[in-house]
């Protein structure tokens, strides 16, 4: 009988796990795949991330190293190596998960987990096996799917997902995005670092349309100049098809014309959806909501007293620290402590270069609620430290209550700002004003004078540098 049973093995999965485990309860992790760390490890985050540096590495040798005063003779890209490195970079964090739950005594079940009841999960493994663990606690974290479009059929092979983006043989000579989100221009960025051409196509009229839009206007910009991407923007995917090396995406703007674009891949990268296949749900009495993810309460909790949910499987944005803030809340709700979770406070980033990296409300979001606001930018032009770099590209946005300067949102697009949105975030959980956040002393020179510079001209426009 165990205390707990967490269904996947993902960053909020083995999070939830681990928290269970350090706060004294007999735990149990089943995981569908012979590795652990879900999407997020194996085939999202950390392998992706791998891509971008490793593409980000031969882009400078061959377009800054020069003016660096470094000669390099010849430049290849060695596609199978990249991958290869890739690979060792997922294994060496999947071994790290494994330690992880040996050290906090966690059992590892490996097969489908599913509901016989309430109390009783069925794990039944490649080989068709089957045994029943009890349970007084369960979290479901079973993470989401790439999603598609209806006339869309992906084959894996030229019309791909983001599994088959990390695991290519070749440079694509065009790539052809449908989807101008996250992921899209991630991967995208990676290949045309390397040399294909890329053409995203989206159906909003910006990029990463959740975001502030001064952050999709500036990567528009800088994906042009440096990559040489291509955007068709407000254009709906009516069809895409592959024949041979060849694919073609037809896709129509809102004005009806129609226009077709041929490549030798299409990267779809439409979104997730909520992965609860083969859960037994119904067993159970689990029920979802509209958008067919698991429904659950302000403590994450379902339907059915003792089962929780977390992550992409639930609502809210599908991140992989949300997912884990998630996890260690259900643990210690489920021990009886209070924590809490600022949903508003979890940060975004893009993994681009430049970076991309938002906390807080955007403007459009401050005035549609009628919020009084002030703005201070700061150009990453203006920075000693990103002039010596060469990052000069993008920017600090900072939105601060007019009343009272308390910081709202902060936006960043340039070098660094994934790690920089955490001073951010610390700000904002103790509710800092702007003027507090530029009376702090911040190392010269360093990227992060730029967010510094940024609360300084939102406090009556007194930037330093600019």
């Avoid at 490195?85 to 097969?111: E, F, P, S, W």
């Avoid at 254009?235 to 004005?255: F, L, M």
């Avoid at 681009?352 to 009628?370: H, I, M, N």
């Avoid at 800092?432 to 002393?441: N, W, Y």
Wanted: proline letters at 3%; aromatic letters at 6%; glycine letters at 10%.
């Amino acid at each position: 009988m165990y205390d707990v049973v967490v269904i996947g093995s993902g960053p909020g999965g083995y999070v939830a796990a681990i928290r269970c485990a350090q706060l004294g309860m007999k735990t149990a992790l089943i995981e569908k795949y012979s590795t652990l760390g879900g999407t997020c490890l194996n085939v999202g985050c950390i392998p992706s991330k791998a891509l971008l540096d490793s593409s980000e590495h031969y882009y400078n040798a061959t377009h800054t190293f020069k003016e660096h005063g470094i000669d390099v003779a010849s430049v290849k890209v060695n596609i199978k190596q990249m991958i290869d490195r890739k690979a060792g970079v997922v294994k060496q964090t999947c071994d790290g998960i494994n330690y992880l739950m040996k050290k906090n005594k966690i059992d590892v079940h490996t097969g489908i987990g599913s509901f016989v009841d309430k109390n009783t999960i069925k794990v039944t493994a490649a080989d068709g096996s089957v045994k029943e663990l009890k349970t007084a606690k369960t979290i479901i974290a079973t993470g989401s799917k790439p999603t598609s479009l209806p006339n869309v059929a992906i084959d894996k092979k030229r019309i791909i997902t983001s599994t088959e983006a990390l695991e290519l043989t070749e440079v694509p000579k065009h790539l052809i995005v449908i989807g101008g989100g996250v992921i899209g221009m991630e991967l995208g960025s990676v290949y045309a670092r390397l040399g294909a051409k890329v053409s995203v196509v989206e159906f909003m009229d910006t990029l990463i349309p959740t975001m502030d839009r001064a952050l999709g206007k500036e990567l528009i910009k800088v994906s042009k100049n440096h990559l040489g991407f291509e955007f068709y923007f407000s254009h709906k995917v009516t069809g895409a098809s592959a024949k041979g090396k060849e694919v073609t995406v037809t896709a129509e703007d809102k004005d009806g014309k129609v226009i077709e674009l041929k490549g030798d891949y299409v990267l779809v990268a439409t979104g997730r959806r909520p992965y609860t296949e083969g859960l037994g749900l119904e067993a159970a009495g689990v029920k979802l909501d509209e958008r067919g993810r698991v429904a659950v309460d302000g403590h994450l909790q379902t339907n059915v007293p003792g089962i929780y949910a977390i992550g992409d499987v639930v609502v809210g944005a599908m991140l992989a620290h949300k997912a884990e803030e998630e996890g260690v809340f259900v643990a210690e709700s489920i021990a009886g402590q209070k924590p809490h979770i600022n949903y508003n406070l979890i940060p975004g980033v893009v993994y681009t270069w430049p970076e991309v990296a938002a906390v807080g409300y955007t403007e459009e979001q401050l005035k549609k609620d009628g919020k009084e606001y002030k703005v201070g930018n700061f150009p990453f032009k203006a920075s000693g430290r990103a002039r010596a770099s060469m990052d000069v590209d993008g920017f600090v946005k900072v939105l601060a209550d007019k009343n009272t300067d308390e910081i709202l949102g902060v936006h960043m697009i340039g070098p660094r700002v994934a790690d920089m949105i955490a001073e951010a975030v610390v700000a904002m959980e103790f509710r800092a004003s702007a003027e507090d956040v530029s009376r702090m002393s911040h190392a010269h020179p360093t990227f992060t004078e730029s967010f510094k510079e940024a609360c300084l001209a939102a406090t009556d426009n007194r930037a330093l540098h600019i």
